[in-house]
């Protein structure tokens, strides 16, 4: 698996989490509200801030048919015409220079998704570091090859996709020489259920792939994102929001600010666990071996007296003999007088 690299993080199982802020429309059409979400996600240490390249034109047609009208009673977007809706959440492009020149001065990576092929030549102009295929395009395989051929590194939502959808987007971007591909398991309804997200999926992507794997997550909460590192995600991506209730297209499911610094810091405590297959205590833990139980005497004992479970038991510290050796002992008798609360040790025996 060739080693990632974006900006100055590398994605591995041996890195800590990289964590994405996805602004997608919450700046709800204030390019200062765009400037306050990225002050927020550099102070929550998010890794990246993650923008949308799509203009309505280039994602659908300005039409009112049935087809054309989000009809599932349980989506948020319920009612709504696709182009109407997508004005309302695209980021302008005029912002992106910008957005691009603020980030970073404050430090932190920002890269897009790309909606259709003009967005990546707007990219390109902008030195991404990497790209982001949304679930939705990832059938798109001229925007695919396109990404691909820039070099730069992919990573590739998988909400809805089948293998064979999988497959066919990965065979196209390495068929331009691209291996860069990380691929993050998904769940595209939204808000995403625990019960809908399938972790387990994640060591199989890897196994059937070669790539790195890692969560887009639309659940509440950082629970999933937690245990979606512990299957070994090692890239997590979350919508956030400065507040919930200052509305927007993604706003329902989207973390607040100090919901993300909590991801971040969960989600690498949640990493850091995962450590090696070990056996018999950590080193940290040798020193909590002496509160483990062994043998004591229990009661005062004389000189010839009989090993009996009125004077000697499996009590705390473990100074003593171990309490495998019990039955060996009761019955023995001791060479010595031997005062309540000694340790008990062979030597005591015979």
């Keep these: 698996m060739q080693t990632i690299k974006i900006g100055k993080h590398f994605i591995g199982s041996n890195y800590p989490p990289f964590v994405i802020a996805e602004m997608s429309g919450n700046h709800n059409q204030s390019l200062e509200r ?15 801030l993650k923008l949308q390249t799509a203009s309505p034109d280039g994602m659908t047609l300005n039409v009112g048919s049935p087809d054309f009208v989000i009809s599932d009673p349980d989506s948020l977007w319920y009612g709504k ?15 992106h220079a910008q957005l691009f020149d603020y980030c970073q001065v404050h430090g932190i990576i920002v890269f897009s998704s790309p909606f259709e092929l003009k967005a990546v030549d707007l990219l390109e102009d902008l030195d991404a570091p990497c790209y982001k295929i949304a679930s939705f395009e990832l059938v798109d395989l001229q925007l695919v090859q396109r990404v691909a051929q820039t070099g730069k590194p992919m990573i590739m939502s998988t909400g809805m996709a089948s293998l064979s959808d999988i497959e066919l987007a990965v065979t196209t971007a390495r068929n331009e020489g691209n291996d860069q591909i990380i691929l993050l398991k998904c769940t595209s309804t939204y808000p995403a259920t625990p019960e809908d997200s399938n972790l387990i999926t994640i060591p199989h992507l890897r196994a059937a792939f070669g790539t790195e794997i890692g969560l887009s997550d639309h659940t509440m909460g950082v629970g999933v994102s937690c245990a979606a590192v512990a299957f070994g995600a090692t890239v997590i991506e979350k919508h956030f929001t400065l507040c919930r209730d200052d509305g927007g297209v993604d706003a329902a499911f989207s973390l607040e600010p100090h919901e993300l610094k909590q991801l971040v810091i969960e989600t690498e405590s949640a990493w850091q666990s995962r450590g090696t297959v070990r056996y018999g205590g950590s080193d940290r833990e040798q020193t909590s071996l002496k509160y483990r139980r062994s043998i004591y005497v229990s009661n005062d004992i004389a000189e010839g007296e009989v090993l009996t479970h009125h004077n000697i038991r499996v009590v705390r510290p473990g100074y003593g003999l171990h309490p495998k050796f019990l039955d060996m002992v009761l019955g023995r008798r001791v060479n010595r007088n031997i005062k309540k609360g000694t340790a008990m040790t062979w030597e005591f025996i015979g």
């Design 34 to 48: 765009a400037f306050q979400l990225v002050d927020a996600a550099v102070a929550a240490g998010a890794h990246a």
């Design 81 to 95: 015409n696709l182009y109407s809706l997508y004005q309302e959440a695209v980021t302008p492009w005029e912002w």
